[in-house]
């Protein structure tokens, strides 16, 4: 049981560390200046480590969202929980083609969303009960 649910928090921070890699977040070295002594620094969504300053962003608004693609279709519930299932093929795949991404732009927001996040619940419960068998 502990095994599994080792396995669970590495695969969800896995995730967490996927999603911090998306567009607009970024990670930087540099060489810390000196600043003065008893000085604050002054908050610029970065967390300071000494010889690394990573920058933190909230995800950016999709400018696509409820916008059709080339086909007329805007992506739903069941297309994003169709996504969320598949999402790690896609992952390796989009590794070779750079044109295929996991996640479809072209939705309606929140709902597919929500599919998206199913998708990836059912894929996890799934694995885990043909893993305990």
């Known amino acids: 049981m502990k095994k599994q649910l080792f396995a669970f ?3 969800a921070g ?3 560390m996927l999603a911090g890699c ?3 977040s970024a990670i930087q070295t540099d060489t810390p200046a000196p600043t003065a ?6 908050p610029n969504n970065q967390i ?10 909230a995800p950016n608004p ?15 519930v069941v297309l994003g929980l ?3 299932i598949i999402s790690p093929i896609t992952l390796i795949v989009s590794f070779f083609k750079p044109d295929v991404t996991m996640y479809e732009v072209h939705n309606d927001g929140s709902l597919y ?3 998206f996040l199913l998708g990836l619940i059912i894929l996890f419960v799934a694995l885990f009960l043909v893993r305990r068998r």
């Open 9 to 11: 928090v590495f695969l």
């Open 14 to 16: 896995l995730l967490g």
């Open 22 to 24: 998306a567009s607009g």
């Open 37 to 42: 002594k008893g000085s604050t620094p002054s």
């Open 48 to 57: 300071k480590v000494p010889g690394v300053s990573i920058q933190v962003y």
């Open 62 to 76: 999709n400018p696509l969202r409820n916008t059709p693609d080339a086909q007329g279709y805007v992506a739903s």
């Open 82 to 84: 169709w996504h969320g």
């Open 113 to 115: 969303n929500l599919g």
